[in-house]
Nanobody, 124 residues
Framework: QVQLVESGGGLVQPGGSLRLSCAASGFTFSSYWMYWVRQAPGKGREWVSTINGGAYLTYYADSVKGRFSISRDNAKNTVYLQMNSLKPEDTAVYYC?????????????????WGQGTQVTVSS
């Protein structure tokens, strides 16, 4: 079955960096678009970034553009989110998400496949 396991979250000071990883299994990883979605305390889910299966198309929310970078290693079945210049407003649980079907899909669909999430806290 589809499994997505995030890692790399933690506590970091403003201006710092973290790299999140998501190890995928149970499907042909290179065939699927992957997303990062976050949820801050008391707020709804927010799309962060998208990457296509071949890793040549990437998209970012305006709130993270220029600071975050999404990538993937299809040989390792892993997708990454490099987060630089972190701000307190980046504090959230970050989820790795696979599109339900082949194709770009919609990152916030409930019936996508979701990891368990990893907490990122940006605070001094």
């Amino acid at each position: 079955q589809v499994q997505l396991v995030e890692s790399g979250g933690g506590l970091v000071q403003p201006g710092g960096s973290l790299r999140l990883s998501c190890a995928a299994s149970g499907f042909t990883f290179s065939s699927y678009w992957m997303y990062w979605v976050r949820q801050a305390p008391g707020k709804g889910r927010e799309w962060v970034s998208t990457i296509n299966g071949g890793a040549y198309l990437t998209y970012y929310a305006d709130s993270v553009k220029g600071r975050f970078s999404i990538s993937r290693d299809n040989a390792k079945n892993t997708v990454y989110l490099q987060m630089n210049s972190l701000k307190p407003e980046d504090t959230a649980v970050y989820y790795c998400v696979r599109s339900r079907d082949l194709g770009m899909g919609s990152p916030l669909r409930e019936d996508n496949y979701w990891g368990q999430g990893t907490q990122v806290t940006v605070s001094s």
